[in-house]
């Protein structure tokens, strides 16, 4: 509950001093790529996944909450990129940083048209993704289970493209023309 209240006295400062454009300039950080990553959460169907189930991915981990305006509005940025670059070995995860009940996040999960795996925070900090600064925050885990970037404020489809798909075409040799066209 102190973590809830926390979040949005900082969600209310972000927003008057102007941090919650859709502009994706909201940078935390270059995060090192020697800072290997791993956590297991529940879905709303009380399966377990780990975010080393997601190893030889790119993953987009965010984080979020049903209250907060910024994190709905890219909700549907989240649901394009996992659409467009799922097939091609990318994922996005979001992470309810709420306590709802599982009948309120399903609820949530319609309500907002969430396309992509949905799981409930747990009772323990996720090191290094937490302390949260704010919401939404969103990170980036390499295929190898390394956290290497992180953003603080919404984030756009192009600000992911940007980041994620140079890396994705130099891994797989794929044509990024093609990949972004289809």
Do not use: M
């Given at each position: 509950m102190i973590r809830l209240i926390l979040i949005s006295c900082m969600l209310l400062l972000m927003s008057a001093i102007g941090h919650n454009s859709m502009a994706g300039n909201s940078l935390v950080s270059e995060g090192s790529s020697n800072i290997q990553v791993n956590f297991e959460l529940q879905d709303v169907h009380n399966q377990s996944?780990?975010?080393?189930?997601?190893?030889?991915?790119?993953?987009?981990?965010?984080?979020?909450?049903?209250?907060?305006?910024?994190?709905?509005?890219e909700i549907p940025e989240l649901n394009r990129f996992h659409q467009q670059y799922h097939k091609h070995g990318v994922t996005v995860i979001g992470i309810?940083?709420?306590?709802?009940?599982?009948?309120?996040?399903?609820?949530?999960?319609?309500?907002?048209?969430?396309?992509?795996?949905?799981?409930?925070?747990?009772?323990?900090?996720?090191?290094?993704?937490?302390?949260?600064?704010?919401?939404?925050?969103?990170?980036?885990?390499?295929?190898?289970?390394?956290?290497?970037?992180?953003?603080?404020g919404p984030v756009n489809e192009d600000v992911l493209k940007a980041y994620v798909l140079p890396k994705l075409a130099g891994k797989k040799a794929l044509n990024i023309d093609n990949v972004v066209r289809k």
């Open positions: 996944h780990q975010l080393s189930d997601y190893q030889g991915q790119w993953v987009v981990v965010n984080f979020w909450a049903s209250w907060c305006s910024p994190c709905i509005r309810n940083f709420e306590e709802l009940s599982v009948e309120q996040l399903k609820q949530a999960i319609g309500e907002f048209r969430i396309d992509y795996p949905v799981l409930r925070i747990g009772g323990v900090p996720l090191v290094p993704f937490e302390p949260l600064k704010g919401l939404p925050s969103t990170f980036v885990v390499s295929p190898e289970g390394r956290l290497v970037k992180s953003w603080l």
